[in-house]
């Protein structure tokens, strides 16, 4: 598939992921195994960047797959009607420290829900300073779009975007 205008992918994008909130994050240890697990996400576009946030649980494990291997896929589906489905393969970092971890914080909690939601209703998640809490920012380097219509009547238009 030929490369996307990435303002034209990234647009759509952001609707579609922050349309279904959650997506199954992969990440690969050391050894190139992978691991996934659901994650609420937050995506941002401003016309220029696109930047993906997610609340995370500072695990031993997550930091040592992010530190062998920083990059992650976000997988997103809407299968209870539209079979909508888009994908982000991202950079990632975990964030950490105090001033972060605050922005995150604040940034879940002040957004409305659905992408919004209060962090302290997280077990372990108390305040912005607790150990237990971090920041995963994303910055994608490909993006796919696959609206569930095209799956179905084959109108529609699949969207991928590849950084160079």
Request: hydrophobic share 40%; glycine share 8%.
């Amino acid at each position: 598939m030929p490369n996307g205008d990435f303002p034209t992918v990234a647009a759509a994008f952001t609707e579609m992921a922050n349309r279904m909130v959650y997506a199954t994050m992969a990440t690969v240890d050391s050894r190139g195994r992978p691991r996934s697990r659901m994650v609420h996400t937050l995506w941002q576009w401003d016309g220029t960047e696109l930047v993906g946030w997610a609340g995370a649980g500072v695990t031993p494990l997550k930091r040592a797959h992010l530190a062998a291997n920083p990059y992650v896929s976000c997988n997103y589906w809407d299968g209870v009607e539209a079979y909508d489905t888009c994908v982000a393969e991202c950079r990632a970092e975990l964030l950490l420290d105090a001033a972060s971890r605050r922005a995150g914080w604040e940034l879940f909690a002040s957004t409305p829900p659905p992408l919004g939601y209060d962090p302290a209703t997280i077990p372990g998640w108390d305040s912005p300073d607790s150990p237990a809490w971090g920041v995963l920012r994303f910055r994608p380097w490909r993006l796919r779009v696959f609206p569930g219509e095209f799956a179905r009547s084959g109108t529609g238009e699949i969207l991928t975007w590849r950084e160079n």
